[in-house]
């Protein structure tokens, strides 16, 4: 079955960076659009970066823009979101999340498939 495993969460000071990987399982990369999205306390789960292979569209909040890059390496089959110049308002929750279709909207709340989540806080 679908499965999307999220890591490399945790705490790191305003200024640092993080890397996130989202390892998939039980469907090939290749054909899905990727996505990763964030909810932080009390607000609403918004998209911050989602990019699909088959038209090689990429999005990015304009929040992250500049900061956060998303790749994927479908050898394996594992997509990232690099965070760098990290801020205080990057502390949520981020999540993994796949679909098989590309919408027009690239980065919805509607994906198949998501992630249990991985804590991210920004905090001196």
């Known amino acids: 079955q679908v499965q999307l495993v999220e890591s490399g969460g945790g705490l790191v000071q305003p200024g640092g960076s993080l890397r996130l990987s989202c390892a998939a399982s039980?469907?090939?990369?290749?054909?899905?659009?990727m996505g990763w999205f964030r909810q932080a306390p009390g607000k609403e789960r918004e998209g911050v970066s989602c990019?699909?292979?088959?038209?090689?569209?990429?999005y990015y909040a304009d929040s992250v823009k500049g900061r956060f890059t998303i790749s994927r390496d479908n050898a394996k089959n594992t997509v990232y979101l690099q965070m760098n110049s990290l801020k205080p308002e990057d502390t949520a929750v981020y999540y993994c999340?796949?679909?098989?279709?590309?919408?027009?909207?690239?980065?919805?709340?509607?994906?198949?498939?998501w992630g249990q989540g991985t804590q991210v806080t920004v905090s001196s």
């Open positions: 999340a796949a679909d098989p279709r590309t919408a027009v909207s690239l980065c919805h709340l509607g994906y198949d498939y």
């Open positions: 039980g469907f090939t990369l290749d054909y899905y659009a």
């Open positions: 990019d699909s292979s088959s038209d090689n569209r990429t």
